[in-house]
């Protein structure tokens, strides 16, 4: 395990990480592991983050590789590894950079998986009927619509305060990474289905404090640490959901219906700067994506379904 020193790094750069840039909490995890990792691995070999040398950096990656570990892990592994050192260089912890100019393996890029319309729709009906009572239906029908209507990350999603819905808004300001807010429209159908989810959350809550039990500022309570449903549980639901709605589980993910509302965005008509800012991206470059998945959608018809296409 690593020792004190190698913890006292690793949290002293990510509260000044997480002062400076307002960095996500799971990305702070993310790198948190990264390190956790890294220094476990440099005490197993006698060393530390106050001794490695640049050739032990480079094993360290050659180990992660003869992992199996993928090219985008790695090349976050590495980026943690040049942030934390360039920050100690910084600090005065050390003298030089062990990590300086190192190349990393490159993150492959991989077009995102999306739904089709159809599909969507299946989904929106599967998540009508899979609940065992009522509440669980009327909730799962407003988390499905919600992120179908917005984009929202899983978690804008299940941490959404219930203030922010309130009075039938036509718009919603969410809170994203970084603590960055942003305002997304509300379509009807997820408008009608929050509705009538604020109604039986809230009767639920009135007799809740009749009982002594407080009520909660989340729109979809849970039973998580935080107070609301947790990220692990709308993943299973998801999965539940796509299974009842004929569709592949491994084809369905919250993330894959973000990708969704924006391939299906662009094409019907919007524009791409609306998209980046919809969903939160800091670069349009990002948002860029989406037209590549439309790119080979729209190869796909011509080449199935255009009346002179040849087959083979």
Known sequence: MPDAEASRWIS??????????????NTQLAY???????????????????????????????????QGLSKATRARRLSSIRQLYRFAFEEGWRTDNPALRLSGPGKAQSLPKTLTEAE???????????????EDRLRDTALFE????????????VSLPVAAVRGDPRMILVKGKGD?????????????ALAAWLAHRDAAEDEGRKAGRPPSRHL??????????????????????????GIPPSHVTP?????????HLLAHGAD?????????????????????????????????????????
């Not at 002293?12 to 909490?25: I, K, P, V």
């Not at 005490?43 to 094993?59: C, I, L, N, P, Q």
């Not at 080979?296 to 009346?307: A, G, I, S």
């Open 220 to 245: 979809f309570p849970g039973d998580g640490r935080e107070g609301h449903l947790t990220r692990q549980y709308f993943h299973s639901l998801v999965k539940d959901v796509s299974v009842l709605a």
């Open 180 to 192: 960055k807010e942003r305002m997304v429209p509300l379509s009807t159908p997820a408008r009608t």
């Open 12 to 25: 002293t750069f990510l509260d000044a990480r997480a002062a400076e840039l307002g960095a996500a909490r």
């Open 120 to 134: 969507v729709t299946r989904l929106m009906d599967a998540a009508k009927v899979r609940g065992r009572n009522p």
């Open 272 to 312: 791409l700067r609306v998209i980046q800012t919809l969903l939160g991206h800091a670069d349009v470059a990002t948002t860029e994506i989406y037209t590549h998945v439309l790119d080979d959608h729209l190869k796909e018809l011509v080449l199935t379904r255009h009346p002179l296409a040849r087959k083979g």
């Open 146 to 157: 919600l992120l179908y209507a917005t984009g929202l990350r899983v978690t804008e999603l």
């Open 32 to 66: 948190g592991r990264d390190l956790m990792d890294f220094a476990d691995w440099l005490a197993r070999k006698g060393a530390s983050f106050a001794t490695a040398a640049r050739d032990m950096v480079e094993d360290y990656l050659v180990h992660c590789d003869a």
């Open 255 to 263: 993330h894959v219906l973000r990708h969704a509302f924006a391939t």
